[in-house]
């Protein structure tokens, strides 16, 4: 199927065929019939990506301190790879998307219905059903891909709490804008636009508004105040983008007491005190077009309906505001019209195509080669950053036979950049390929167990990314599959593979008596609707990261853990705490995972100590200590910050061609796995 896609590093917008989304539980597989073009968001990634270094950062110099913070704490070379790895994954455009149901994913959508959804600009999509919406019958597709747009300006408006009367100013009359002034009227109230092109000033007029048309040092605040009879208007809705200040201050002045104003653009936010001081004003930030979640008032799909409702009605007309009409194949041409101001809604025209939902896509011919051949499940972050780029740039890589994901943008751009011979978003593509001897698992968590069921069912061996698994039980069918199975199974417990590890163990090894080891991990904070703090999909942080330092102590102290205590649980949400390990030799560990640290601090600190030693593992690049002879390595930030990624994939491919056990014994893998599981439970008892 075809698929807009933009890279950020050269500004290049492409029409690509890639692989098709399958069917998922509670998403729309969507066949595309129109899509429509966002002069806003699309416009500012399009120049973004045309932008040069310097122009990049002055885009985004909130990024700078982070940028900064991981030059400190990981090294100035890795994070330029990290950053050039980043803007070379060409993103989908898109986000304003109307087709037909193919797959309904269980959903209470029928397959034919005709719906509405934030799909990016393909020929089919998967998108979960709260992000969707059915369009009534009298309203026509090219106007249905109006509603994410048109959803995020009522957004906004709802935050307002217009009333029949209401006087609101709009300042940006560009798309968003303009139907933003459609929608207010639509609801009684009186209108007042701002902008600086005449022809947007104009057409708002069109529709019932009152305008200033802006100048270079204009102010309109007392254009406004009289229109008001000096009173002031009851709220303002910026849709601007601009990195003026002036806009926000000038919002305020407007308002009457107790007025509110709503950002949905992009401005510059240098609030004076005194501009919202005097009448008590309100500021708040819209959240695009609603909360991304089911059954909620103010969800991105109430929005959608809500629009489609208006659309349906008559009082919420936009079919002139489609400036250009276009096919698919034509896209890449039709974003040089995303500079021309006389230009509003780009719509873009599919046409069904039987290629639509192929969902593999040979590359180059399946190599007869004695090699090994190896399958990817999961294409995200992690794989195209660390296991693609060190599993290939082993002395004897595997075959990349075939890279799987949900999406198939980004698994093209994994295959092709990595010579893979196909691309795929089935996992069958990989299950059912006699040739695959190896499979590796770096999907979401709840997927590992059931995917490694399947490939050691196949008698293919696995290396799966931490977790193993997220319940007891998944862990005992594993357990019982791998020993029934001529195939072996390694999680991706790195650490342990570390030149630092092996360096610690075997200090910590020599040294007689008990060993205590504390692990501080600045873990950071995630989205509160990220996936992995999902109990379902996720498992939790504890289960899905702290296990990397279960395993970690399991390996330094090698022997048995016999117990495990919370010590500390945190209540941010984020899964944050501190937990005490006992081991069968009276050593003890502590990890930890700590959430509210600054990025600047290093991501993780081993402190090793024993009677009359002790030393240190500063962020995997340094080990300072005293006690010991020749116990100090490294020489700080400057030193190759190396976690064991390459030797531990170089010992797993050598052990499934040798047909040897698995690198990392089965009852450790188990047993660390069981204790994240069970210290996963106690984060949230």
């Not at 999902?534 to 990261?545: K, P, Q, S, T």
Request: net charge positive.
């Amino acid at each position: 199927m075809y698929q807009i896609l933009q890279n950020l590093n050269s500004g290049k917008t492409e029409l690509v065929d890639v692989p098709a989304p399958g069917p998922s539980l509670g998403s729309l597989l969507i066949q595309t019939s129109h899509s429509l073009v966002s002069l806003g968001t699309e416009k500012m990634l399009v120049e973004f990506g045309k932008a040069g270094w310097i122009n990049k950062i002055r885009q985004q110099p909130e990024r700078v301190k982070d940028v900064l913070a991981k030059i400190s704490t990981e090294g100035l070379f890795p994070t330029i790879r990290a950053i050039r790895g980043k803007l070379s994954q060409p993103i989908p455009l898109g986000y304003c998307q109307v087709g037909r149901v193919v797959d309904q994913g269980g959903t209470e959508f029928a397959v034919g219905d005709r719906v509405v959804s934030n799909g990016a600009h393909a020929e089919v999509v998967s998108v979960k059903s709260y992000l969707c919406a059915k369009i009534p019958d009298n309203v026509l597709s090219a106007d249905a891909t109006f509603t994410p747009l048109a959803a995020i300006a009522l957004n906004g408006i709802r935050m307002l709490d217009v009333k029949p009367g209401s006087r609101i100013v709009v300042s940006g009359l560009g798309l968003i804008g303009q139907l933003a002034v459609r929608i207010l009227k639509a609801q009684g109230a009186e209108v007042f636009g701002i902008d600086l092109n005449p022809e947007k000033c104009a057409l708002a007029e069109k529709y019932g508004a009152r305008y200033f048309k802006a100048e270079k040092n204009s102010n309109p605040v007392s254009t406004i105040l009289s229109w008001t009879g000096g009173q002031g208007v009851d709220g303002v809705l910026i849709t601007a983008s601009s990195p003026s200040h002036d806009i926000i201050s000038q919002a305020a002045q407007s308002c009457r007491h107790h007025g509110k104003v709503v950002l949905i653009g992009v401005i510059g936010l240098n609030l004076k005190r005194g501009d919202f001081y005097r009448n008590e004003v309100s500021f708040q930030v819209s959240n695009s077009y609603g909360l991304r979640q089911a059954n909620h008032p103010f969800s991105a799909q109430e929005n959608f309906k809500r629009v489609l409702e208006l659309m349906s009605q008559g009082k919420l007309v936009v079919h002139d505001l489609i400036s250009i009409q276009k096919s698919i194949d034509e896209a890449p041409e039709v974003y040089s019209h995303l500079t021309d101001s006389k230009i509003f809604g780009i719509s873009l025209v599919y046409r069904p195509r039987p290629e639509n939902l192929i969902r593999q896509i040979q590359l180059k011919p399946m190599t007869n080669d004695a090699g090994l051949k190896v399958g990817i499940l999961g294409t995200g972050n992690f794989t195209q950053r660390t296991l693609l780029p060190e599993l290939m740039a082993l002395d004897q890589p595997p075959h990349l036979e075939v890279l799987v994901s949900a999406q198939g943008a980004s698994t093209l751009f994994s295959a092709k950049k990595f010579n893979a011979a196909s691309v795929a978003t089935n996992p069958d593509a990989v299950f059912k390929n006699g040739n695959i001897k190896a499979v590796f698992i770096s999907t979401r968590h709840h997927l590992h167990a059931t995917q490694t069921l399947t490939a050691l069912a196949n008698s293919q061996s696995v290396w799966v990314e931490k977790p193993l698994a997220l319940t007891e039980l998944e862990i005992d069918l594993i357990e019982k599959a791998v020993k029934s199975s001529s195939a072996i199974l390694m999680v991706g417990f790195n650490r342990r593979f570390a030149p630092l590890a092996l360096h610690a163990r075997k200090i910590i090894a020599a040294q007689a008596g008990p060993k205590t080891i504390t692990i501080n991990i600045n873990a950071g904070s995630l989205p509160p609707d990220h996936w992995t703090l999902n109990l379902v999909e996720g498992g939790g942080r504890i289960v899905g990261e702290a296990c990397h330092f279960i395993d970690l102590l399991r390996f330094l102290i090698s022997v048995p853990i016999s117990q495990v205590h919370l010590v500390e649980r945190f209540t941010d949400g984020q899964d944050g705490g501190k937990y005490k390990l006992e081991f069968t030799d009276g050593s003890t560990g502590y990890i930890n995972y700590l959430t509210n640290l600054p990025k600047i601090v290093p991501k993780e600190v081993i402190q090793v100590s024993g009677a009359g030693w002790n030393f240190e593992i500063n962020n995997w690049q340094q080990c300072r200590g005293q006690g010991v002879w020749g116990i100090n390595k490294g020489w700080g930030l400057f030193q190759k910050m190396d976690k064991g990624h390459s030797t531990a994939l170089a010992t797993f491919i050598a052990a499934v061609e040798s047909r040897q056990p698995s690198p990392i014994p089965l009852n450790e893998i188990i047993e660390v796995s069981r204790w994240a599981v069970r210290m996963q439970a106690m984060t949230h008892s």
